[in-house]
């Protein structure tokens, strides 16, 4: 079957950088998105790799390998507004076909 | 800005009610997706239209059926509301070849049935 696997909870420091990682299962794979998603919030888009390697957006960088079915999201000078979940999608032949993983809690200590 | 919104942020409803969710967005997108949230298990696809009166089922139909016969509106309707049906559903929008995989939420409605 068709998943995406991130680990369920993540905690860091303030400042620190931490890594967010999703291994994947999926047939006609396209691309791997990344979603963020404050408590009481609406998930909001993050980025998408359709190529292998690095895309970076300020201090949120993701990356993918497609070799290895892998991706992962990296924040950098955690903040903590960053406490959120984040969700990785992937699949998507067609829209229909993207799927989500379960979700990611990222808890920044001061 | 791309802008969904959703009818309601909070329901409550008894079991065997009919319900609709409805969700409208502005940006002339022709993809609109409805999913549930439940906690542990992500995002999960009940229904998709990729336009005016087309629809696809997800991975989690059963319940469920859809409206679009509008562009901009994606309604949700669940027929006879059981207590499992309890969840945050979620609408979503996306143009329709954007290469971004990119999809715009509403709000949510969390929903209760009693």
């Known amino acids: 079957g068709q998943s995406l696997e991130q680990p369920s909870e993540v905690t860091a420091v303030e400042g620190a950088i931490v890594q967010i990682n999703c291994t994947y299962q999926t047939s006609g794979f396209y691309g791997l998105s990344w979603y963020q998603q404050h408590d009481g919030g609406a998930p909001t888009f993050l980025s998408y790799n359709a190529l292998d390697g690095l895309e970076e957006t300020g201090r949120f960088s993701s990356f993918l390998s497609r070799s290895d079915s892998y991706g992962y999201l990296l924040l950098q000078e955690l903040q903590m507004k960053d406490s959120a979940s984040y969700f990785c999608a992937g699949g998507g032949s067609s829209a229909s076909k993207i799927i989500f993983g379960s979700g990611t809690r990222l808890s920044i200590r001061p | ?114």
């Open chain 2, 1 to 114: 800005d791309v802008k969904v919104t959703q009818s309601s942020r909070y329901l409550v409803k008894r079991t065997g009610e009919k319900v609709f969710l409805e969700c409208v967005q502005d940006m002339d997108h022709e993809n609109m997706f409805w999913y549930r949230q439940d906690p542990g298990l992500g995002l999960r696809l009940i229904y998709f239209s990729y336009d005016v009166k087309m629809k696809e089922k997800g991975d989690i139909p059963e319940g469920y059926s859809v409206s679009r016969e509008k562009k901009e509106r994606f309604s949700l309707i669940l027929e006879s509301a059981s207590t499992n049906q309890t969840s945050m559903y979620l609408c979503a929008s996306s143009p329709w070849a954007s290469g971004r995989d990119e999809q715009y939420f509403g709000p949510g409605t969390r929903l209760t049935v009693t």
